[in-house]
């Protein structure tokens, strides 16, 4: 394995190379993301800090992907901008349908789909904080804009940022007619369709709609009904309205609807000889890491395979802003997210109907955002604003359960949680002395959470039809009114700039970050049901350095840091007794922990028609604090020994694109990347079946363009990787985990107007 993976990276080094930029002009709404340097690499405009300014002058360690290079790329989602940063980890946990996306960067994230959990990753997309993991995974249709801001970023985007945050924004309408359609076929029967046109109505008002279509067979072959295992279709529409009634303001509207339906995930079961459903039920796996089905891309799952799972997502957004003179604007943003799903999933992943859960769920959020905005080249540039905050869940939860007693129990439990939050925000830059740059920022955030909870009678099934319900369990859950709770932060930030030249600098900073609390989403007892669990905060110390030197050929960014968690949350495996399943999921604060590495960037143009681009991150995270039932004795341990999920030591990317020209108004260009992520574990329990080892992801393409007309031939995962993306123990019951998508190539038809 070793050496065909060197060969393929061998391959893919040689054939890496980066197409020369060309002009992407800054939009007055801070859209787009390049300006032309004439003879070097082009400088990159972000709006991390919700203003616009060079990349090179955010005193912060982020990332960014251009308009113009997305263009070039073949994205699905999220997971694939993993690769345009160091220290990220992004996966599918494959535990509902659409997506449910497990981001982590420096070490910190979640991966668990109940929305009772909040992210700790925030994903921004044109301005609204998506507060769910499901529905993050968002598609990579009409993105105009990535960037990775890694560290806390608790002044101007929040709670639930401690480990950063993903800020996607989309072009806004044009004037002019312009557009592009794309075609593309793949491995595994994979269509997709997605096209995006915009143009002036009148004078003051343009129109951009856009659309897409997705089918796939999938990359999981289930055995048990011998067909594919993963096939899913995706709708979306978008349309966005550009208004610009009077000089100095513009309102800007859009809508989105989105639907998947699809086969639920397939889990594969990784049993060890003394797990219950191997003892019992004779599910065992035939070697350690080896699912019981034999092969990690086959399912022996005998759950629907009907298309049955959907997932459909409603977002509007309004946008206002009114430039005050040369320097200042107001904006103000309003988000409306609803999202419903429903899902009949096997998390057993055997022939038998051991543990299956049917989970309908529906999100609500709404927001809104006013702030002020200072640019210019004065002294003094700031940025202040206001947020509220409005969400509602709800869960309709059964499982399916046939190992914990008749031959089938049935236990419901229906889960509502409410969340109120409000927050002032600022943070200003003052230039001190000449090229000596202070930045100050602070956030006060007020959060009121609320959830109720009730178990409904219990059913014995014999056949799979009702029979005579039976008493609720004693123990179980029976709640009249919501419980309540509240928690507020004061979340600084602090940092020093100074410009050596115009094209070197170096800062230091430190930030807070902070993590809502909360109340267990799939409790089993009346205490877990009550009882809240607390906030988190992370402190971060961060020390680094900007530079473009050889004349604008080379970009090289820096940084160095040393983060510190308090009361981080946990989410155990506990026993509890007198249940329908004898356990239940707990998040606790249990532990403190202290997270510390580097990380570098680099861009370089060696000669014409040749980019080169890389980064480097290393990581070492460790428990320094961490008490707790682990192991599900009864029995609080020291858990210090065990490893963070989701934080290997290395993470690396190196790749390029070369263009040159083949004739008259046609040009080729070859691209390829290596992504390694170190080995990292998957569960709490550091299972050592669900173990990753160090993976090379290897993408790379082949295109020719004709005029407006484009030809790609591409790959992606090329060396095959079946890391896990997500691993869970139900200790001494049974585990399961899911693959990383495989191989896969195809071919993409590109026209643009």
């Not at 999202?339 to 959020?365: C, G, S, V």
């Not at 409005?390 to 409410?418: C, E, H, M, W």
Request: one cysteine or more.
């Amino acid at each position: 394995m070793i050496d065909r993976v060197k060969h393929v990276s061998l391959l893919a080094v040689a054939a890496a190379t980066v197409w020369p930029t060309t002009a992407v002009h800054a939009q007055d709404n801070g859209d787009a993301v390049q300006e032309d340097t004439p003879g070097g690499l082009n400088v990159i405009v972000v709006t991390a800090r919700k203003r616009e300014e060079s990349m090179q002058d955010v005193p912060a360690s982020i990332s960014a992907l251009s308009a113009e290079e997305l263009d070039k790329r073949f994205d699905s989602d999220v997971r694939d901008f993993a690769d345009s940063s160091p220290n990220i980890v992004i996966d599918d946990t494959q535990q509902g349908p659409g997506g449910v996306a497990a981001v982590y960067i420096r070490g910190i994230g979640v991966a668990d789909v109940e929305k009772s959990v909040d992210p700790a990753v925030g994903v921004v997309f044109d301005d609204i904080y998506i507060g769910q993991s499901s529905g993050s995974l968002l598609r990579a249709i009409d993105i105009d804009r990535v960037e990775v801001l890694r560290g806390p970023q608790g002044t101007l985007f929040g709670r639930n940022a401690t480990g950063g945050v993903i800020n996607i924004a989309r072009s806004r309408p044009t004037y002019d007619l312009s557009g592009k359609a794309r075609l593309t076929y793949g491995r595994f029967d994979s269509w997709k369709i997605e096209g995006v046109a915009s143009t002036g109505l009148t004078d003051n008002l343009a129109i951009k709609l856009s659309a897409a279509y997705e089918k796939s067979d999938g990359y999981i072959y289930n055995a048990f009904y011998d067909q594919p295992g993963q096939r899913s279709e995706f709708y979306a529409l978008s349309g966005t309205l550009l208004f610009e009634p009077v000089e100095n303001l513009t309102i800007q509207l859009s809508y989105d609807h989105q639907k998947t339906e699809q086969d639920p995930p397939q889990l594969l079961a990784i049993n060890r000889s003394t797990d219950l459903f191997c003892v019992v039920y004779n599910q065992c796996s035939p070697a350690p890491g080896v699912p019981t089905s034999g092969d990690r891309y086959v399912s022996i799952s005998d759950g629907r395979l009907e298309k049955n799972a959907t997932f459909k997502l409603d977002m509007a957004i309004g946008k206002a802003t009114y430039e005050i003179g040369s320097d200042m604007q107001v904006d103000y943003i309003f988000g409306w997210l609803k999202t419903d799903e429903e899902i009949n999933q096997d998390f057993d992943a055997a022939p038998l109907t051991l543990y299956h859960t049917d989970r309908p769920a529906r999100w609500r959020q709404t927001t809104n955002e006013l702030r002020l905005t200072k640019g210019g080249t004065g002294p003094l540039t700031f940025v202040l604003g206001g947020y509220l905050w409005d969400s509602r869940y709800t869960i309709n939860l059964k499982n399916y359960i046939g190992f914990a007693g008749p031959p089938l129990l049935t236990s419901a439990q229906d889960v509502t949680q409410t969340n109120k939050s409000w927050a002032i925000y600022g943070e200003a830059d003052y230039e001190i002395v000449d090229r000596l740059t202070l930045t100050l920022g602070a956030r006060y955030t007020k959060d009121k959470k609320s959830s109720i909870v009730n178990d409904l009678p219990i059913f014995i099934y014999g056949t799979l039809v009702e029979q005579n319900p039976i008493a609720t369990l004693p123990g179980a859950i029976s709640m009249a009114t919501p419980v309540r709770e509240s928690w507020s932060k004061f979340t600084p930030r602090v940092s020093l700039r100074y410009e050596f030249t115009d094209d070197v600098m170096a800062y230091a900073l430190w930030s807070r970050g902070y993590r809502g609390g909360g109340f267990n989403g799939r409790p089993s007892t009346i205490g877990a049901a009550t009882i809240p669990y607390d906030p988190e905060t992370l402190d971060n110390y961060e020390a680094g350095f900007k530079a473009e030197l050889a004349n604008g050929l080379v970009r090289l960014n820096g940084a160095v840091f040393l983060m510190k968690y308090d009361d981080m949350q946990q989410d155990l495996d506990v026993p509890a007794p007198g249940t329908s399943t004898g356990r239940e999921n707990r998040t606790i604060n249990a532990s403190s922990a202290e997270l510390k590495g580097f990380e570098l960037d680099l861009t370089a143009l060696p000669f014409d028609g040749f980019t080169l681009r890389g980064n480097l991150g290393y990581l070492d995270a460790e428990y320094k604090d961490f008490v707790g039932d682990i192991f599900s004795t009864g029995t609080p341990v020291d858990a210090t020994f065990l490893d963070i999920r989701r934080a290997p030591k290395w993470t690396w990317s190196l790749g390029g694109t070369y263009e040159t020209e083949i004739g008259e108004n046609a040009t080729a260009w070859v691209t390829g990347d290596i992504h390694y992520i170190g080995a990292h574990e998957i569960t709490f329990l550091n299972n050592p079946n669900l173990r990753n080892d160090g993976q090379y992801l290897i993408d790379a393409s082949i295109n020719v363009r004709f005029d407006r007309t484009t030809v790609s031939l591409f790959g992606k995962n090329l060396a095959d990787e079946d890391g896990w993306t997500i691993g869970y123990d139900v200790q001494g019951i049974w585990s399961y985990g899911a693959p990383r998508p495989r191989r896969t190539w195809g071919v993409a038809l590109t026209q643009t107007f």
